[in-house]
T-cell receptor
Framework: QQQVKQSPQSLIVQKGGISIINCAYE??????FPWYQQFPGKGPALLIA?????SEKKEGRFTISFNKSAKQFSLHIMDSQPGDSATYFC??????????FGKGTRLLVKP | GAVVSQHPSWVICKSGTSVKIECRSL??????MFWYRQFPKQSLMLMAT?????????EQGVEKDKFLINHASLTLSTLTVTSAHPEDSSFYIC???????????FGPGTRLTVL
């Protein structure tokens, strides 16, 4: 009940394309869903986060879509750029919960 | 805002020695800090949750006597790897619960290599 399943494990997208990463959680008590971006040898950086009271949140080229009934949320990266090539982690958490991280998605954006 | 630093960024030590890693929240106070370990190409594994002024809460399977955590102030938590061995070599990352609760801000990580 504490797992967060993330897919795909790796993703290759052409420059300008849309990158889509999906996550599914089990514990309905989670109420905070962040996405982190990590470059090799660096710590994860908070990219964007959403709470269950909205179904979508957009910040620049990054959009989170949230489906509460399906217990799923996804990250969409529009107009993907080579500089977006990194590992992306979804997480689920909230008040009283430590973050549960997905296993990560290695994104490669080809020029 | 919400910057977290770690020191050192990398360290090489001999087997049997102890290594201390510092985690600081630079522009906010963090009641709660977290310590993670990350193996190459893998996800973050939570080691312990550190609350200012109290004992850390360790995750199952993490040796509290080996990984000593101290959270002495609202801006500093330390992780000491005692009697380090080669299998302790890893990337250690801290995070701090941000100005708005629920959000975690991560440090840049510390690469530990034990020879």
């Amino acid at each position: 009940q504490q797992q967060v399943k993330q897919s795909p494990q790796s993703l290759i997208v052409q420059k300008g394309g849309i990158s889509i990463i999906n996550c599914a959680y089990e514990n309905t008590a989670f109420d905070y869903f962040p996405w982190y971006q990590q470059f090799p040898g660096k710590g994860p950086a908070l990219l964007i986060a959403i709470r269950p009271d909205v179904s979508e949140k957009k910040e620049g080229r990054f959009t989170i879509s949230f489906n509460k009934s399906a217990k799923q949320f996804s990250l969409h990266i529009m107009d993907s750029q080579p500089g977006d090539s990194a590992t992306y982690f979804c997480a689920a958490g909230g008040q009283g919960f430590s973050f549960i991280f997905g296993k990560g998605t290695r994104l490669l954006v080809k020029p | 805002g919400a910057v977290v630093s770690q020191h050192p960024s990398w360290v090489i030590c001999k087997s049997g020695t102890s290594v201390k890693i510092e985690c600081r929240s630079l522009d906010f106070q963090a009641t709660t800090m977290f310590w993670y370990r990350q193996f190459p190409k893998q996800s973050l594994m939570l080691m312990a949750t550190s609350n200012e002024g109290s004992k850390a809460t360790y995750e199952q399977g993490v040796e509290k006597d080996k990984f000593l955590i101290n959270h002495a102030s609202l801006t500093l938590s330390t992780l000491t790897v005692t009697s380090a061995h080669p299998e302790d070599s890893s990337f250690y990352i801290c995070s701090a619960e941000g100005p708005r609760t629920d959000t975690q801000y991560f440090g840049p990580g510390t690469r530990l290599t034990v020879l």
